[in-house]
């Protein structure tokens, strides 16, 4: 056996992985008679029949698709139909799929403008915005198969570094896969958090038009605060049909889980 | 002036005289036949001086006012014989509800202590006849009071007239205010006007001094009718609208009851000489008009545009602009007429969409509104300035008036033109200019909006299924590593098999190079030079080859030299490797008898091979 053979049977391997990696992912996405729909939806949207393109939409999510787009041509008609709440908890759903989207974030902005409660936030840390920030660069997805590419690199590298016997050539090679053997596990890790945060599912929507958080699981508890419909909670703890929630500026008590739904 | 005189002294002459002795009695007087809901008076006269009256039992009547007490006394002289008659009258104005036969029980009253019962009445009541105008309300319910002065809502009285009972919202309801009267009146005074609660009102004889006069009968009875006010009505919501009743003060000149008739003409000339008496007296009364309801009707929610803004009537519209075709920053007047009948008050302004280069002022808005006997109606303009900042190609899109007409019922749209423009660069302060000079504007926002949706096709993805975290992307993450494990072990045997190969090598060069010498010798013996020169030669440069691992590509001299070197062979037997090398080369190609030299090649060919092996042990 010879060092050309060697070659060109592992670039032969290294060839069929990566084309079960593409393959796969395109696995997870899918283009098929949805689209039909969605096209018409959208015209229906364009020309104003905003109820029956919601139809359409809805009828691709029963489908049990999803993207991200979907969501947020949802969040617009329910925008459009003066439902802020709906449309709230629609470009929620949008940004989980799509963290970095700006469109989406600006129409949800403007979605919020509309609802009552005007909620001060706990300001951030600026390494912990500048972490969420590198965070939503990309979805969990993304970060992954960005994690895997880079792995593929690194041995692409490593594997010169083995058979170089060039010593410029072979410590090149040596850091160069170090590096990005490192990017990998970062890349892999953000990829960790983002799909954490994805399937753990803790931020809601207020539905109710108006709901009274009290100071414990039950209707003879205190009343604490009243929010209204469109307000973002993040629920910590469920007990029964209660859930313990949190607003944004801090503030935690407990609500009917039937007056918020789920991102 | 000695006639006069004459008289007063013949009258005061006569007073003393004894009264002729008269019978007391208790006269009641009432029509014989009344219209059901008319008024009527029922009067009671009793010719004496009254200590104590008590009215009949009238149920069956509506007691409008009374009893009224009036006395009068007459005194009538008769061929010296002089007659003081002395009279006490009890008024009731009242009418009758329904229609039948009814008969008023007997009154009394005390008169130097006797009583007197007056006789019973009958009274047939007529079926109502049907009011003149259709809002008029059955005289009934003119709550007319009688005054001292003997004034009766049968001399005068106060009617409203509306011109339509449920007109729509918005509708102008014409509402006429009549004075029906007998008598002369002199002055009039608007005491109390309507509440005016659910309507916008607009007068209609604001300016007019000369009051609308004819007469018309009423009940077979000859009155003036003054139409002492008019109003237009606009109802501002819809249902029943209760117009509240108007009241006046009146002052009428009444001619005095207690005339004194004497039958002579010379004391009936004597007592209407408007020295001794007057004959008329300004009597001040009240009058209250009837209250009546308007049903509005809503505005139909049926095809009503968007753009209606309550408008109601019959208008006429027209939207002018004075030019097209300017430079920036002169002015362009956009004027919008609008007139009609109807409430042009209530017009509002019309909502243009200018561009945003376009500086627009509140438009001025006149209004003028001229008032008639047929209501209100009136031109109302509208006019925009409007200063374009910069050049450019504009559009002012059309924008919709409507109204709501009640004639026709339905809403009648009216469409603006489209006004464009081209507005060339102007001078000074253009922002297009794009001069150093010239001011910078930040952009003008006119509203937000929400980005628009995406298109497709979208990337669909099933709900829940997530490429992290799946199968797939731990068999792809686990991959390279199991690659690269892979790529070690394939390399690591490689290098093992070449390190072999050099191993065979080295072990069956010496193998070959005798073989080849063998061969070399077999060609000595033959005595065929070539070939054996060539054998000789192969089996040296294989023998190094071979043994020392070089590819028979890079062998010279040079290398075999470096190479014997760098295995630590002593420099003298390389030196006699070269030369034996060298040798032979020059052997194959030079002319002439090699078999000497064939014969010596040999042994040092053979000689040096043994000496290098003995050096590499």
Not at chain 1, 211 to 234: A, C, M, Y
């Amino acid at each position: 056996m010879t060092k050309e053979s060697a070659y060109i049977k592992s670039s032969l391997w290294a060839l069929v992985i990566l084309t079960i990696v593409f393959t796969g992912v395109s696995g997870y996405i899918v283009a098929g008679p949805a689209d039909d729909t969605i096209i018409e939806a959208n015209e229906e949207y364009s020309n104003g029949y905003y109820e029956h393109a919601l139809e359409l939409y809805k009828s691709v999510i029963n489908q049990g698709f999803a993207s991200s787009d979907l969501y947020y041509n949802i969040g617009n008609t329910y925008f459009k139909l003066n439902r802020f709440p709906e449309a709230i908890l629609n470009y929620e759903r949008a940004l989980v799929l799509a963290p970095h989207d700006e469109n989406i974030r600006f129409n949800l902005e403007l979605a919020r403008k509309h609802t009552i409660d005007k909620i001060e936030s706990i300001p951030e840390l600026f390494y912990e915005r500048w972490f969420k920030s590198l965070i939503n660069i990309n979805t969990a997805d993304g970060w992954g198969a960005f994690g895997i590419i880079l792995l593929f690199i690194a041995v692409v590298f490593a594997s010169i570094f083995l058979l170089s016997t060039r010593r410029g050539i072979r410590s090149f090679s040596f850091y160069f896969s170090l590096i990005l053997l490192l990017l990998s596990i970062g890349s892999l890790s953000l990829a960790y958090l983002q799909h954490n945060s994805r399937t753990s599912n803790r931020d809601a929507i207020v539905f109710d038009p108006s709901v009274t958080v009290k100071s414990s699981p039950s209707e003879n508890s205190i009343d604490l605060f009243v929010i209204h419909e469109g307000t973002k909670v993040r629920i910590y703890d469920i007990m029964g049909d209660w859930y313990e929630v949190r607003i944004a500026s801090g503030s935690q008590g407990w609500i009917k889980s039937s007056s918020v739904e789920k991102i | 002036m000695k006639n006069k005189g004459y008289k007063i002294s013949i009258l005061f002459s006569l007073l003393p005289v004894i009264l002729m002795a008269q019978q007391i009695s208790l006269s009641v007087s009432v029509p014989a036949e009344v219209q059901a809901g008319q008024q009527f008076r029922l009067v009671y006269t009793l010719n004496a001086e009254a200590d104590n009256f008590s009215g009949p039992d009238l149920k069956n009547f509506i007691i409008l006012s009374g009893p009224s007490q009036s006395t009068s006394s007459n005194i009538q002289i008769i061929n010296n014989q002089v007659t003081r008659s002395f009279a006490t009258t009890f008024t009731y104005i009242i009418a009758a509800q329904q229609e039948g036969t009814f008969t008023i029980p007997g009154a009394k009253a005390g008169s130097g202590g006797k009583q007197y019962t007056s006789n019973t009445a009958t009274i047939k009541v007529r079926g109502a006849s049907s009011p003149p105008s259709g809002t008029q309300s059955p005289q009934q319910q003119q709550q007319q009071r009688q005054s001292a002065g003997g004034i009766t809502n049968k001399d005068v009285f106060l009617r409203v007239v509306a011109d339509k009972k449920s007109p729509y919202m918005g509708e102008q309801v014409i509402v006429t205010y009549k004075l029906y009267t007998r008598l002369q009146i002199s002055s009039y005074q608007i005491e109390q006007s309507p509440g005016t609660s659910g309507f916008w009102l607009e007068e209609l004889l604001r300016d007019s001094r000369k009051l609308k006069q004819y007469n018309e009968v009423v009940d077979g009875q000859q009155y003036t009718v003054a139409e002492i006010r008019q109003v237009a009505l606009f109802p501002q919501r819809s249902g029943k609208l209760r117009i509240e009743p108007l009241e006046i003060d009146i002052v009428a000149r009444v001619q005095q009851q207690a005339q004194r008739r004497t039958g002579d003409p010379f004391f009936d000339s004597f007592f209407n000489d408007p020295f001794f008496s007057s004959r008329y007296q300004n009597v001040n009364h009240k009058l209250q008009s009837n209250a009546f309801e308007l049903d509005v009707k809503p505005l139909p929610v049926q095809n009503r545009p968007s753009e209606f803004s309550g408008a109601v009537g019959d208008f006429n519209f027209r939207a002018t602009i004075d030019k097209t075709e300017l430079a920036a920053n002169e002015p362009i007047n956009l004027k919008v007429v609008i007139n009609g009948k109807g409430n042009v008050r209530l017009i509002d302004k019309l909502n243009f969409q200018f561009p945003p280069s376009f500086e627009v002022y509140d438009p001025k808005i006149t209004t003028d509104v001229q008032v008639s006997q047929n209501g209100v109606s009136g031109t109302r303009t509208l006019e925009y300035l409007i200063i374009p900042r910069s050049a450019g190609k504009y559009t002012i899109k059309p924008v919709s008036f409507s109204y709501f007409n009640p004639q026709r019922e339905t809403y009648v749209n009216h469409n603006t033109p489209e006004f464009n423009f081209n507005i060339a660069r102007g001078e000074g302060h253009d922002i297009t200019a794009g001069s150093a000079i010239a001011d910078q504007q930040s952009i003008q926002y006119i509203a937000s909006d929400i980005r628009f949706i995406r298109q497709a096709p979208f990337k669909l993805s099933k709900i829940g299924s997530y490429f992290f975290g799946s199968s797939l992307f731990y068999i792809l993450l686990v991959s390279p590593l199991i690659l690269l494990v892979v790529f070690v072990v394939l390399l690591q045997n490689h290098i093992k098999n070449n390190r072999d190969i050099v191993r065979v090598k080295n072990k069956r060069a010496t193998s070959i190079a005798r073989k080849r010498l063998k061969q070399a010798e077999q060609f000595l013996k033959e005595k065929s030079g070539e070939k054996f020169f060539n054998e000789l030669s192969q089996a040296l440069w294989g023998y190094l080859s071979n043994k020392f691992n070089i590819p028979l590509s890079e062998l010279s001299l040079e290398t075999v030299y470096d190479r014997l070197t760098a295995k630590s062979v002593k420099p003298e037997v390389i030196d006699d490797f070269i030369k034996v090398l060298e040798q032979c080369e020059f052997a194959r190609f030079a002319p002439g008898d090699k078999l000497h030299e064939m014969d010596q090649l040999y042994e040092q060919g053979l000689n040096i091979i043994m000496r290098i092996e003995k050096e590499l042990k």
